[in-house]
């Protein structure tokens, strides 16, 4: 979180609308000796001025009385974080299978997520939070937060907006993948599948975007070649 002089605009944008810095993420930088692949952006998120969720307030503040009130006026327009968003790779420890309690309304199982973070998202995060702290302190902030690198385990209040894709990847080989370059299913060639399931890894951007852009590719394929000729449109 930085806190400034200079005023800011709550309202200028969202929390999914920011300038991204992407110098650190992917293949961007050199990973010489930081033991780690991947990375992320960096970018404020002003996402409004909402008066209970956005109330930031300098580490030390009082929790109550009239120093907090005090603070709450003088900072409310005078701060923003600066949010890391990272790539998560697929691992062998992360999967999906069908859950042997749970069931939906009508009697089928459930699919269950075992996910957690890995020691290569921890040091990436590290690595992108301490050049986020860089910056703000090079933006001249009057104080810069505590840092929040990702620790401990995966849940809705660590990492519950973590955009997960994956479970029925895109790939060249029907024994390693679902759907192939087209979204069409091996298994079933009138089965397309539109979605971040597709991914193969979980990017550093948002998945939305690219969502879209393979949604249109496998339309396309639809469209000009399997109603021309019904069946596969990858040999395997």
């Known amino acids: 979180m930085m806190f400034v002089d200079d005023e800011v605009n709550p309202w200028i944008g969202t929390g999914t609308s920011p300038a991204a810095i992407d110098d650190f993420q992917g293949d961007n930088f ?22 209970i969720q956005v109330r930031a307030l300098p580490p030390g503040t009082p929790r109550w009385g009239s120093a907090w009130k005090e603070a709450t006026a003088h900072w409310y327009n005078h701060a923003f974080p600066l949010n890391c968003h990272g790539i998560s790779y697929a691992h062998r420890n992360n999967y999906l299978d069908v859950d042997p309690t749970y069931k939906d309304a009508i009697g089928r199982p459930l699919i269950r997520m075992t996910y957690n973070y890995t020691e290569n998202d ?6 992108l939070t301490e050049k986020a702290v860089g910056i703000a302190r090079a ?10 690198p990702r620790r401990g385990n995966f849940g809705a209040g660590n990492g519950g907006a973590a955009h997960h894709t994956g479970g029925a990847i895109m790939g060249t080989d029907p024994a390693t993948s679902a759907v192939n370059r087209y979204l069409q299913s091996w298994d079933a060639s009138n089965l397309f599948v539109m979605g971040g399931a597709t991914f193969p890894q979980n990017p550093g951007h948002n998945p939305t975007g690219t969502i879209g852009a393979l949604t249109y590719w496998s339309a396309e394929a639809i469209t000009s070649q399997y109603l021309k000729s019904l069946g596969p449109l990858v040999r395997a």
């Open 122 to 127: 921890y040091k990436m995060s590290a690595f």
């Open 30 to 51: 050199d990973h010489g000796g930081l033991g780690f692949f991947g990375g992320g952006f960096i970018a404020p998120a002003v996402s409004g001025g909402r008066p």
């Open 139 to 148: 933006a001249n902030a009057r104080i810069v937060g505590n840092p929040q």
